[in-house]
């Protein structure tokens, strides 16, 4: 049974505080099953109604007592690891633990792939990776009037809504900094909302907005632009849809190519679970049900003519090539 109980902050997703816990732990020599670990997060939203009140063991902030031997892994581990905390599995932060200790007495660990751990990592890990790419994809900005401001910019907030599976919001932030550094834009999901202030020259001066500091940061270099976050939202708290998405719909009604439609890749990119929050999304299923009749009146039809002949041919030569 596990001796010692540590409660890592929020989410457990901060890899400097769990290093410096796991730094703790071996100097202590203590063992991975000796350990039970929990988050704040899972404490207030999932507890336990049947097991007693956690006692936490209490980390010092500075090492103190008798030092064992250096902790050594590979450095491509430790990108691995700050990357398997921001998946959603609660045995993440022991089975992380128990790779960083038998590492230590396991030389040979580093060198096997097939070990069930490191695959579990890696599993873990592509995950992480996956839906870091699918919220780059499938965020949906909706226009929100709001009034022009000296350190927010001026034009419209946009605002967007996303339900991630994994601690993943933090980590695909800065694809939405680059390529929307000039736009002001919200991002609203169930952990934690993120806010861009494109015209603000640091964090200090958005304290009149309510911006604290320890939650902003200054992304860009040599130019304006603060990325603040703040306490999750729902649904809800998202902006209705307007006539702009009204437009899009068009589109994409009008884009899709019948006759190249293959509805398990589809689904395979675009997984159901992300259905909900995609304004296409209603289009999909009629799309496919009447794909087959319009593939099959697009064979009957005859060859059009096109408007627009090309240089130093005649309406007629193309017809008789096409």
């Known amino acids: 049974m596990a001796s010692h109980t540590l409660i890592l902050p929020g989410d457990g997703s901060d890899f400097a505080h769990w290093r410096h816990v796991a730094r703790w732990l071996w100097a202590q020599q203590i ?67 128990r790779l960083l200790w038998r590492m230590q007495w396991e030389p040979g660990l580093r060198h096997d ?10 599993h873990w890990v592509k995950a992480v990776r996956h839906e870091v790419h699918k919220m780059h994809a499938f965020v949906r900005f909706r226009p929100l009037a709001q009034p022009d401001d000296p350190l927010d910019g001026c034009g419209p907030l946009h605002v967007a809504w996303f339900e991630p599976s994994h601690h993943i919001v933090h980590a695909a932030a800065p694809f ?64 209705a849809p307007d006539a702009g998405e009204a437009l899009w719909l068009t589109y994409y009604a009008h884009i899709f190519n019948p006759a190249r439609l293959k509805v398990n890749a589809m689904r395979k990119e675009m997984p159901r679970k992300y259905w909900p929050n995609l304004p296409e999304a209603q289009l999909i299923s009629p ?36």
């Open 31 to 97: 063992a991975p099953q000796e350990v039970q670990w929990l988050t704040q997060d899972r404490q207030q939203h999932s507890p336990d109604l049947f097991a007693p009140a956690a006692q936490p063991t209490a980390v010092p902030d500075h090492h103190s007592g008798p030092v064992a031997a250096a902790l050594t892994v590979p450095r491509a581990w430790l990108h691995l690891a700050e990357q398997t905390l921001l998946n959603a599995a609660p045995e993440r932060f022991a089975v992380l633990y």
């Open 113 to 122: 792939p097939l070990d069930p751990d490191r695959v579990l990592m890696q």
């Open 176 to 239: 939405f900094v680059q390529r929307f550094a000039n736009m002001r834009w919200a991002i609203l999901t169930p952990q934690c909302c993120l806010r861009w202030w494109p015209q603000a020259p640091n964090a200090a001066a958005l304290a009149e907005h309510g911006v604290v500091l320890k939650n902003a940061l200054q992304p860009l270099k040599n130019r304006p632009g603060v990325l603040s976050w703040g306490p999750g939202a729902q649904a809800c708290d998202a902006p």
């Open 287 to 322: 799309l496919i049900q009447a794909a087959q009749a319009r593939s099959a009146a697009m064979l009957a039809s005859t060859p059009s003519t096109p408007a627009r002949t090309l240089p130093g041919t005649t309406a007629a030569n193309q017809s008789k090539n096409s």
